[in-house]
């Protein structure tokens, strides 16, 4: 953050825990888009993001 910061970027309190929850829902976001087009690529995309959560 201070580096966006220090770029000019526009930053915000909480902004740090804001960007890990967007990142924590990236897979279900995939899935939820893969389920709707039937995207065999897609699907398979979702599941490795999934499995592949820490």
């Keep these: 953050m201070r580096m966006k910061k220090k770029a000019g970027g526009r930053t915000w309190p909480g902004m740090d825990e804001h960007i890990i929850e967007l990142l924590t829902t990236s897979a279900i976001t995939v899935a939820e888009y893969a389920q709707r087009s039937g995207l065999k690529d897609m ?9 592949n959560e820490s």
Excluded: K, S, V
Aim: no cysteine; glycine share 0%.
């Design 43 to 51: 699907h398979e995309t979702a599941a490795y993001m999934l499995a």
